[in-house]
Nanobody, 124 residues
Framework: QVQLVESGGGLVQAGGSLRLSCAASGRTFSSYAMGWFRQAPGKEREFVAAIAWRGYSTSYAGFVKGRFIISRDNAKNTVYLQMNSLAPEDTAVYYC?????????????????WGKGTLVTVSS
């Protein structure tokens, strides 16, 4: 069993940056691929980024365009999402997820655990 708790969301102006964190409990954290997803009001949840269990491989959604960086620290059971050059369209609830592989996560499949989300609001 893995429990995921996101933090770091908040209100930021367009062009600003935020770093989201996802703290995981459970001894098997390092064996999971981890991902970030987001859901904007009135829209479906979508994939943002994923990182393999060792951190050597990553995958990003096209709309990230080099603005976001996903990383993980297995010693701290934490995965991060550094978000730069934020725009109003990035406003959403951001969710952390754990799954079997980044290939599955990138198509919203193979997700074993979800966090409850953290709200990011980008003002224009």
């Amino acid at each position: 069993q893995v429990q995921l708790v996101e933090s770091g969301g908040g209100l930021v102006q367009a062009g600003g940056s935020l770093r989201l964190s996802c703290a995981a409990s459970g001894r098997t954290f390092s064996s999971y691929a981890m991902g970030w997803f987001r859901q904007a009001p009135g829209k479906e949840r979508e994939f943002v980024a994923a990182i393999a269990w060792r951190g050597y491989s990553t995958s990003y959604a096209g709309f990230v365009k080099g603005r976001f960086i996903i990383s993980r620290d297995n010693a701290k059971n934490t995965v991060y999402l550094q978000m730069n050059s934020l725009a109003p369209e990035d406003t959403a609830v951001y969710y952390c997820a754990a799954g079997e592989a980044i290939a599955a996560l990138s198509i919203n499949r193979g997700i074993d655990y979800w966090g409850k989300g953290t709200l990011v609001t980008v003002s224009s």
